[in-house]
């Protein structure tokens, strides 16, 4: 499937979740992967779920494994409460 056919960004949702004006914390790949890094800590330690992803023709085709479970480079999350949502995104994204 060629770069072409790919939307330029389309989310998918995978879970419904409510909001309570939620606080963003966003982590993208840069230098020394301190975005990604810090925001995957975040959602570890505060347990939060994943609720979505996004596909883009600006993510080129890549594998992510995490705790040996095939995910999405990007991906949305939120807590319980939904006051804390999280951006995450493991590859370089192309532009």
């Known amino acids: 499937m060629s770069s072409n056919s790919f939307p330029e960004a389309e989310v998918y949702q995978i879970k419904k979740a409510r909001?309570?004006?939620?606080?963003?914390f966003a982590g993208?790949?840069?230098a020394g992967l301190?975005?990604?890094?810090?925001?995957g800590y975040i959602i570890e330690k505060l347990h939060?779920?994943?609720?979505?992803y996004m596909r883009s023709k600006y993510l080129p085709p890549s594998t992510v494994f995490i705790?040996?479970?095939?995910?999405?480079?990007?991906?949305f999350y939120t807590n319980k409460k939904g006051t804390i949502c999280a951006i995450i995104c493991e590859i370089t994204l192309r532009m």
């Open 34 to 39: 301190a975005g990604s890094l810090a925001v």
């Open 48 to 52: 939060m779920e994943e609720i979505g």
């Open 67 to 75: 705790q040996g479970r095939l995910r999405h480079p990007f991906r």
């Open 28 to 30: 993208f790949v840069g």
């Open 19 to 24: 909001y309570n004006s939620p606080i963003v």
